[in-house]
Structures are given as C-alpha cells and as structure tokens.
C-alpha cells in the first residue's frame, strides 16, 4: 500500500487528538516521519521468506507494511495508556556518553531499555509457539525501536555527566529559528516570525528531518540513493553495539552545541539543522539495514 500525505495528516490528526489525552508532552522518538522513513527503506530489503512473514503478521493492520506499523509504539499513549506506561522505558537507554559503556544492571534495571527490548521483542516474534497477535505486536515493537536506538538522544544524555540528567536532551532548552511548523502535538507555539521554543531532543526527534522539506516517498527516495543496502549477519552487531555507537555519536557529532566561548548554545536555526542533517539521515539508513536483516535472520 502507498503512503500518502493524506495519511499521514489523518495519523497526526489522529496522534494530536490522542496526545492531548496524556499527561506528559515528553517526546518520545523520531517523528512519524523518521520511523516511517526507516520501515520504508527496511522493506524492499527483506528476503521473500520474510516479506511474506511479515505480511501475515500484519494482516489487517490499515497499513501492513513496516513503515505503516513504525509509530504504533508511540501511538500507544492514546489507544492502550496502561501498555504505554509498562513501555515507556523500552523506547530509549540513557549511557553516559563520556563513556558509553553499557552496564545492564545500571543502564538497564529489570530490562526496562531500548537494548533489552530489541532482545526481548525479537525471541517473541522468533517464537511460532506465541500467539499471532503477539508476535504481531512483537514485530510492530521491534520496528520501532530499532529505529529508536538509532536516534542518538535516545542513548545517551551529555548532561549526565556533569552531575545533571537532562532526559537525553528534554530538558536541554532550545530555542529554535526555522520555517518548520511544530508538530502538531506540541503544547508550545511561537508568535509568528519568533524563533520557535522547544528543547534539543525534540530538534533531534523532528525538526532535523522535516526541515529537510522533502515529501516523505521523495525523502525516502533521496536516501536510498544514498545507499541502503542488505547487511550481512556477521556485520550486524547487537542492540547494545548500536546504543554505545549512537551514544558515542552525540560527542562526535556534537549534537550539544558550544559558542566560541565554550559555552551551551541554546540558541539554533538552520545552520546547526543543516549541518547535522547527513549524520541524522546517516543513522535512519543504518536503521533500516539492521531493522532488514534482524526481520530476514529472525523469520526465516
Ligand atoms: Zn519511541
């Protein structure tokens, strides 16, 4: 089934009117757009055996392909709060990211993170014994999360280091100049023509994409261009290889900004959007090649 703005309107109108319900406007994960954009790429690379799989799977899902199923996670706070709270934590790992070394007991206390969930979510889905609808759910999960991993403020947080934990960027403040609308289930406006106030994990979830200002089929097709390709088991590593990888990416890439006086910038706009935009389509590429080739090893 094609994608279509349309769709995505009524998602977000859909995601807004289920949004406003929830207590807390804590951003959650890539955008719509950005999960959407690793379950597109992920699905042309997956074998027959697991493209059929998956079409059973999600059979009579309004959307059955991946990309269709890669925001459910998040929609979750609307249609099912009680399983959005026992999941809340599954989305994300907070590392150090002067370190990056992942530590279970510390790091991820009763398998309650993003690297324990990918685990966890694919022995489900690899399990025929389970039933249909939750092995579905399983995949539906592991779509997301493999694209949430990926998302560097989802594996880390800078400010932990210095005594603070800002949520992986939530409560960094930010205040951001660029044309692009806030999401629609953001409590926060600008006055027109002001700069827009959000925070750094919210740039990293939506504005870094959207600003590209591309359709999502165009944007889809852009990346492929760039290369999506099928990876081999041996190069796969492991959530846990991919949390410390993305970690690591928040000080390499310095995704927490400095003034020339070493100071927090707290102030960004298109300069900041633009220059970290390859590394941000970097890591929704390398999603979707793992998020293929943990789908083609685990149904075979
Ligand atoms: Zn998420």
Same mark, same amino acid.
């Given at each position: 089934?094609?994608?279509?703005?349309?769709r995505?309107?009524?998602?977000?109108?859909?995601?807004?009117?289920?949004?406003?319900?929830?207590t807390?406007?804590?951003a959650?994960a890539?955008?719509?757009?950005?999960?959407w954009?690793?379950?597109?790429?992920?699905?042309?690379?997956?074998?027959?055996?697991?493209?059929?799989?998956?079409?059973?799977?999600?059979?009579?899902?309004?959307n059955?392909?991946?990309?269709?199923?890669?925001?459910?996670?998040d929609?979750?706070r609307?249609?099912?709060a009680g399983?959005?709270? &026992?999941?809340?934590?599954?989305?994300?790992?907070?590392?150090?990211?002067?370190?990056?070394?992942?530590?279970?007991p510390?790091?991820?206390?009763?398998g309650?993170?993003?690297?324990?969930?990918?685990?966890?979510?694919?022995? #489900?889905?690899?399990?025929?014994a389970?039933?249909?609808?939750v092995?579905?759910?399983?995949?539906?999960?592991?779509?997301?999360?493999?694209?949430?991993?990926?998302?560097p403020?989802?594996?880390?947080?800078?400010?932990m280091?210095e005594?603070?934990?800002?949520?992986?960027g939530?409560?960094?403040?930010?205040?951001?100049?660029?044309?692009?609308?806030?999401?629609?289930?953001?409590? &926060?406006?600008?006055?027109?023509?002001?700069?827009?106030?959000?925070?750094?994990?919210?740039?990293?979830?939506?504005?870094?994409?959207?600003?590209?200002?591309?359709?999502?089929? &165009?944007y889809?097709?852009?990346?492929?261009?760039?290369?999506?390709?099928?990876?081999?088991?041996?190069?796969?590593g492991?959530?846990?290889?991919?949390?410390v990888?993305s970690?690591?990416? #928040?000080d390499?890439?310095?995704?927490?900004?400095?003034?020339?006086?070493?100071?927090?910038?707290? &102030?960004?706009?298109?300069?900041?959007?633009?220059a970290?935009?390859?590394?941000?389509?970097?890591?929704?590429?390398?999603?979707?090649?793992?998020?293929?080739?943990?789908?083609?090893?685990?149904l075979?």
């Amino acid at each position: 089934m094609t994608f279509s703005r349309q769709r995505l309107r009524r998602t977000l109108i859909a995601l807004s009117a289920a949004t406003a319900l929830a207590t807390t406007p804590t951003a959650f994960a890539w955008s719509h757009l950005g999960h959407w954009l690793v379950g597109e790429l992920a699905q042309p690379l997956l074998t027959p055996a697991a493209q059929q799989q998956v079409a059973q799977l999600l059979q009579g899902e309004p959307n059955p392909t991946l990309a269709g199923v890669a925001s459910w996670a998040d929609e979750l706070r609307g249609s099912d709060a009680g399983l959005a709270r &026992k999941t809340a934590k599954w989305h994300y790992v907070d590392l150090d990211p002067e370190r990056c070394d992942y530590q279970p007991p510390r790091d991820c206390p009763d398998g309650n993170c993003v690297i324990a969930a990918i685990d966890a979510q694919r022995q #489900i889905l690899a399990d025929v014994a389970q039933p249909p609808e939750v092995r579905r759910d399983a995949l539906k999960f592991l779509v997301h999360f493999i694209g949430d991993v990926h998302q560097p403020l989802h594996a880390g947080a800078r400010h932990m280091a210095e005594g603070g934990d800002d949520a992986g960027g939530n409560k960094y403040q930010v205040s951001l100049r660029t044309a692009v609308a806030p999401p629609s289930y953001s409590a &926060k406006r600008a006055a027109p023509g002001a700069p827009t106030p959000t925070n750094l994990h919210s740039v990293w979830d939506y504005y870094e994409l959207e600003s590209a200002i591309l359709s999502p089929e &165009k944007y889809a097709n852009q990346l492929r261009q760039g290369g999506v390709a099928p990876i081999s088991p041996e190069a796969l590593g492991s959530p846990a290889v991919w949390a410390v990888e993305s970690c690591k990416g #928040i000080d390499a890439q310095g995704l927490y900004p400095r003034d020339e006086d070493g100071q927090w910038q707290h &102030k960004l706009g298109g300069a900041y959007l633009d220059a970290k935009r390859p590394y941000a389509e970097a890591q929704i590429r390398t999603a979707a090649e793992r998020l293929a080739a943990v789908l083609n090893q685990t149904l075979k």
